[in-house]
């Protein structure tokens, strides 16, 4: 649920109990159990300087609810995942947009090169601030560059026999820029049919990632959320940030 990092703008907020900050501990790397001398590290690390002195064991026991002594430490129970959530409300910490954006940060340190990389990065910035539309069009953006730029350097000679199969009024691309010139619905079919994606990788792009980034693009009542540009980023973070 949280990293470190958000443990430190959270730990500290409205004057939390010895219990509520254990519990918010626990949620660091959430599906990982951790042992007394983890916990304690990490409350260290976070500002939470009296943790030396709380009987961690005692805490954890008497918040049976939400801490569960598994095998190899300390973990949340369901239940206390939705009560750490509740802890969270309280705060400006919104955890789907600080996990998407982290997740997207992680894979600009990929990014291969500037152009691509300015959109990724421009689009975090965007989600971060909340305006969502343009996040969704940026990231769409940047993984558009990213695409052209692995044809460009791997593809191109089979880009350009398909893409002239297609259609005979093509002009062989010579440059990643050159890419751009065809649609992007069409550019990912040519990108299945020379093996660059997969069937089900290019409808997940082509039907999700495309179509709202075509709506967010253009005036219109559509409305949405941080969830709905969450999925978009995630599913272009899987498919192609991660892949290429």
Known sequence: MLTAEQLKHVVHFDNRSQRDCVLLILSVGVKKP???????????????????????????????????????????????????????SGTDLNIVISNAAQ???????RTKTSNSEAFVEESIVCFEAKQYRAA?????????????????????????????????TWRAAKSADDLGRMREHDFLDVLEAIGVLGKSVKMTLQNH???LRNSC???NGL??????????????????????
């Not at 558009?144 to 893409?163: G, I, P, Y």
């Not at 409305?223 to 290429?244: P, Q, R």
């Open 217 to 219: 693009g253009h005036p």
């Open 136 to 168: 969704v069009v940026l990231a769409w953006v940047g993984a558009m560059s990213v695409l052209h730029q692995f044809v460009f350097s791997r593809k191109l000679a089979d880009f350009n026999t398909e893409a002239n199969r297609r259609d005979k």
């Open 103 to 109: 997740s997207l940060r992680t894979h600009l340190k």
């Open 209 to 211: 990632c495309l179509q």
């Open 34 to 88: 951790k042992d007394l001398d983890t916990i304690r590290s990490l409350g260290r690390s976070t500002g939470v300087r009296h943790i030396e002195d709380w009987n961690l064991g005692d805490i954890l026991g008497k918040a049976r609810k939400h801490a569960i002594k598994a095998e190899f430490g300390w973990e949340l129970s369901s239940e206390g995942i939705n009560y750490v959530r509740t802890l969270l």
């Open 223 to 244: 409305k949405i959320a941080e969830n709905s540009v969450a999925a978009h980023i995630e599913k272009l973070t899987l498919n192609v940030f991660s892949a290429f």
